[in-house]
């Protein structure tokens, strides 16, 4: 029996996800049917998991596209298929589509040990609707934010050629921040030590996380992810730790937490700066003891976990207010790893805009096949707040705006004309000391012509600044939207001598 959902839920109604129901008992599955369609999800139902493993292998009708896929929600127990065999195909096949694991009360350790073979999550009969929606959408996110991850270095060769050692796997960077963090990477990741990754939101503390798990002996087993900012402070200790059935209200069920689903893999906490002080007692604990409780339990469970942790704070300035334990931060610190924002590594954006261009070009059925040297000038001024993943937006909403083959200065969005208008970013000025048309360079390559005509726009902008501020570097950073390091290595870079006057307040 398949069920198709399209034609209720409208054609013009937006779909949140696209999920396939493997269930044998017709009457779960009718219901699950109607939850997901309510939801805003498009669905297909099957009741014969011979029928779901041939659709996952595309074997059924034409107008079928299992390719379409956000996440398998599926029975463990059927007949024939069971729910480990879908799940097995998957993870050979399709391992970046999330399985998540229905089972009955009393099997709950079929579960768990489906969740080290890969599962995604699992929930018990009979469900609880709001965890069975959530556990549907964290599953259809994270498979969103996997496809939006940078691409392998064999990809990247393609979208720019010569990049040898411009990436590591999923990260992208060649210039000199980039290159150290991905020289602690390789030195580090089969190491057993507590890694603390600290930078600004956007700049890809996540990835660097995966890398290093991938990297590790650990990388066959789960990768488990906790973003400590999103979850309740009365939660939190029940996410990570687990919970026994009626240790608090609506604990209808045991469940293990994080740290169990993590044996012999890495644990990731993101934005573990957020976790409240009672919180962290315990997690000093468990890195120290290697063991836990469950909530409402009496058993000690023992763990084998590597940590990996990631914030956008200052956790010596938290420490130091008193909102972070200090035993705690030494505890994390014992590899770090700073991620740079993206306004200090100009020297990657040739390779980041070229990935995303053509990633944006194949998802949006685009064929943008450049952008104009003026464009490019104007994103590498751009101070960049949200770093990689604003300029990732950025580039989408470009991409799918266009109409023409090239980005043009009037495609740019319009925090970033306003913000590069008031650096003096004049387009005419440009034109008129353009690289490209002087006799001199005609036989260097169209990327080193606009390289060097970058660096002339660069150079103008920051002797601009430099006047406006009667040389202060400290102003002229600020105003530029750079770290005074930055501003100090870009001079060095272009060969601008520092003032020498008017800095004197700004010495080191």
Same mark, same amino acid.
């Given at each position: 029996?398949?069920?198709?959902?399209?034609?209720?839920?409208?054609?013009?109604?937006?779909?949140?996800?696209?999920?396939?129901?493997?269930?044998?008992?017709?009457?779960?599955?009718?219901?699950?049917?109607?939850?997901?369609?309510?939801?805003?999800?498009?669905?297909?139902?099957?009741?014969?998991?011979?029928?779901?493993?041939?659709?996952?292998?595309?074997?059924?009708?034409?107008?079928?596209?299992?390719?379409?896929?956000?996440?398998?929600?599926?029975?463990?127990?059927?007949?024939?298929?069971?729910?480990?065999?879908?799940?097995?195909?998957?993870?050979?096949?399709?391992?970046?589509?999330?399985?998540?694991?229905?089972?009955?009360?009393?099997?709950?350790?079929?579960?768990?040990?489906?969740?080290?073979?890969?599962?995604?999550?699992?929930?018990?009969?009979?469900?609880?609707?709001?965890?069975?929606?959530?556990?549907?959408?964290?599953?259809?996110?994270?498979?969103?934010?996997?496809?939006?991850?940078?691409?392998?270095?064999?990809?990247?060769?393609?979208?720019?050629?010569?990049?040898?050692?411009?990436?590591?796997?999923?990260?992208?960077?060649?210039?000199?921040?980039?290159?150290?963090?991905?020289?602690?990477?390789?030195?580090?990741?089969?190491?057993?030590?507590?890694?603390?990754?600290?930078?600004?939101?956007?700049?890809?503390?996540?990835?660097?996380?995966?890398?290093?798990?991938?990297?590790?002996?650990?990388?066959?087993?789960?990768?488990?992810?906790?973003?400590?900012?999103?979850?309740?402070?009365?939660?939190?200790?029940?996410?990570?730790?687990?919970?026994?059935?009626?240790?608090?209200?609506?604990?209808?069920?045991? $469940?293990? %937490? /994080? &740290?169990?689903?993590?044996?012999?893999?890495? @644990?990731?906490?993101?934005?573990?700066?957020?976790? =409240? #002080?009672?919180?962290?007692?315990?997690?000093?604990?468990?890195?120290?003891?290697?063991?836990?409780?469950?909530?409402?339990?009496?058993?000690?469970?023992?763990?084998?976990?590597?940590?990996?942790?990631?914030?956008?704070?200052?956790?010596?300035?938290?420490? $130091?207010? %008193? /909102? &972070?334990?200090?035993?705690?931060?030494?505890? @994390?610190?014992?590899?770090?790893?700073?991620?740079? =924002? #993206?306004?200090?590594?100009?020297?990657?954006?040739?390779?980041?805009?070229?990935?995303?261009?053509?990633?944006?070009?194949?998802?949006?059925?685009?064929?943008?096949?450049?952008?104009?040297?003026?464009?490019?000038?104007?994103?590498?001024?751009?101070?960049?707040?949200?770093?990689?993943?604003?300029?990732?937006?950025?580039?989408?909403?470009?991409?799918?705006?266009?109409?023409?083959?090239? #980005?043009?200065?009037?495609?740019?969005?319009?925090?970033?004309?306003?913000?590069?208008?008031?650096?003096?970013?004049?387009?005419?000025?440009?034109?008129?000391?353009?690289?490209?048309?002087?006799?001199?360079?005609?036989?260097?390559?169209?990327?080193?012509?606009?390289?060097?005509?970058?660096?002339?726009?660069?150079?103008?902008?920051?002797?601009?600044?430099?006047?406006?501020?009667?040389?202060?570097?400290?102003?002229?950073?600020?105003?530029?939207?750079?770290?005074?390091?930055?501003?100090?290595?870009?001079?060095?870079?272009?060969?601008?001598?520092?003032?020498?006057?008017?800095?004197?307040?700004?010495?080191?």
């Amino acid at each position: 029996m398949i069920i198709k959902e399209q034609s209720e839920i409208g054609e013009s109604a937006q779909i949140v996800g696209r999920v396939l129901v493997v269930d044998d008992e017709k009457n779960i599955s009718f219901v699950i049917h109607a939850m997901l369609t309510k939801a805003g999800y498009s669905v297909v139902t099957m009741n014969q998991s011979s029928a779901a493993l041939a659709f996952l292998k595309g074997e059924s009708s034409p107008s079928d596209r299992p390719s379409d896929l956000d996440v398998v929600l599926t029975d463990l127990y059927m007949p024939d298929v069971t729910g480990m065999d879908l799940l097995s195909y998957c993870q050979k096949e399709r391992p970046d589509l999330p399985v998540i694991m229905m089972t009955a009360f009393g099997t709950v350790e079929s579960a768990v040990s489906a969740l080290k073979t890969g599962a995604f999550d699992f929930v018990t009969k009979p469900f609880d609707q709001t965890e069975l929606l959530n556990s549907i959408r964290k599953a259809v996110e994270t498979r969103r934010e996997q496809q939006k991850e940078p691409v392998t270095l064999r990809a990247l060769e393609r979208t720019s050629s010569g990049a040898q050692g411009a990436s590591i796997s999923t990260l992208i960077g060649q210039s000199p921040q980039m290159q150290e963090v991905f020289r602690i990477i390789s030195k580090i990741a089969a190491s057993p030590s507590t890694v603390l990754i600290q930078g600004e939101s956007g700049t890809g503390k996540e990835l660097v996380a995966f890398e290093i798990h991938k990297n590790s002996t650990r990388a066959k087993k789960p990768f488990i992810k906790v973003n400590c900012a999103a979850i309740p402070s009365t939660l939190i200790e029940s996410e990570l730790f687990g919970h026994e059935r009626g240790a608090f209200t609506g604990a209808v069920n045991s $469940k293990p %937490g /994080r &740290f169990e689903l993590a044996h012999e893999g890495t @644990l990731f906490l993101d934005e573990v700066g957020e976790m =409240p #002080l009672e919180m962290q007692v315990k997690l000093l604990r468990v890195l120290q003891e290697q063991e836990f409780e469950r909530v409402g339990g009496v058993n000690t469970i023992q763990v084998d976990v590597r940590i990996i942790t990631a914030t956008n704070r200052d956790l010596e300035a938290e420490v $130091k207010a %008193g /909102r &972070f334990r200090e035993d705690l931060f030494y505890r @994390l610190n014992v590899v770090p790893i700073q991620l740079p =924002p #993206l306004r200090e590594r100009r020297a990657d954006f040739d390779l980041l805009v070229g990935f995303f261009l053509s990633q944006f070009n194949e998802r949006l059925n685009k064929k943008v096949e450049k952008i104009s040297p003026l464009v490019l000038d104007a994103l590498r001024v751009y101070s960049w707040p949200g770093n990689i993943r604003q300029l990732e937006n950025v580039l989408e909403r470009m991409v799918l705006m266009s109409d023409t083959s090239v #980005l043009e200065v009037s495609d740019l969005p319009p925090e970033i004309t306003k913000e590069v208008g008031g650096l003096h970013f004049d387009p005419t000025l440009v034109s008129q000391t353009t690289l490209s048309a002087d006799p001199h360079f005609d036989g260097l390559s169209f990327r080193e012509k606009v390289r060097l005509q970058t660096q002339t726009v660069e150079r103008e902008l920051i002797e601009c600044a430099l006047d406006e501020n009667e040389g202060n570097v400290t102003r002229t950073a600020e105003k530029l939207g750079l770290s005074r390091k930055g501003l100090q290595l870009k001079m060095k870079e272009l060969g601008l001598k520092r003032p020498s006057s008017g800095d004197m307040d700004d010495s080191e």
